[in-house]
């Protein structure tokens, strides 16, 4: 099983550029997270969707946007990429019920 | 809001050493605890998933323990290999919310 599958793996932006990080999970789960990891911060969590077509803020929602396309798929959006938006993104899933959580690889982004 | 707590932040132990990783929370309304591992540059591995019923939980040469009411829980690692060099993290999953809140984590190193 793949399990959770982040695109791209790495990234680089000039500042005010856009882009969309990709996550996909094959492990028919309904909840689907999106956290940055930095040096000395942890894990925040971003935007969760605790089911498909909902989705909440996080801890750290400011300049993100999310997509929760379809079961399998939670698209993570950066309108307007900022210097602080330098970080390590990670995706995650869990089932219902507050269930084991799967992480992605991550996606390294550096905004220049 | 929950804060997660894990002391040392950095650990180095000779091989075949048994060790203790800690994780405090604060914060006992919990529906678990899960253990995960992080090897730089990659994402998050699980390790272990606690229930908040449960008092431990074994996996090979891990064990994890919860003690709810005191807001800890350990993670043993016995006869320590230079393999299990990582940095490990808990995170846990409150009752209201669906995240899972994260400790800064402790980097770990099995000197051979």
């Known amino acids: 099983n793949a399990g959770v599958t982040q695109t791209p793996k790495f990234q680089v932006l000039k500042t005010g550029q856009s882009m969309t990080l990709q996550c996909a999970q094959d492990?028919?789960?309904?909840?689907m997270y999106w956290y940055r990891q930095d040096p000395g911060m942890g894990l925040r969590l971003i935007y969760y969707?605790?089911?498909?077509?909902?989705?909440d803020k996080g801890e750290v929602p400011n300049g993100y946007n999310v997509s929760r396309l379809n079961k399998r798929e939670f698209s993570l959006r950066l309108e307007s990429a900022a210097p602080s938006q330098t970080s390590v993104y990670f995706c995650?899933?869990?089932?219902?019920?507050?269930?084991?959580?799967?992480f992605g690889q991550g996606t390294r982004l550096t905004v220049v | 809001k929950q804060e997660v707590t894990q002391i040392p932040a950095a650990l180095s132990v000779p091989e075949g050493e048994n060790l203790v990783l800690n994780c405090s929370f604060t914060?006992?309304?919990?529906?678990?605890l899960q253990w995960f591992r992080q090897d730089p540059g990659k994402g998050l591995t699980s390790l272990l998933l606690?229930?908040?019923?449960?008092r431990e939980q074994t996996s090979g040469r891990l064990n994890a323990s919860l003690d709810k009411s005191s807001g800890r829980s350990t993670l043993y690692i016995a006869a320590s290999q230079p393999g299990d060099s990582a940095t490990y993290l808990c995170a846990v999953s409150p009752f209201s919310g669906n995240q899972f809140y994260f400790g800064t984590g402790t980097s770990l190193t099995v000197i051979p």
């Open positions: 995650a899933s869990s089932g219902t019920g507050h269930t084991e959580a799967f």
């Open positions: 914060d006992s309304a919990i529906y678990n």
């Open positions: 969707s605790a089911s498909e077509g909902t989705t």
């Open positions: 606690i229930q908040s019923s449960q």
């Open positions: 492990m028919n789960h309904n909840s």
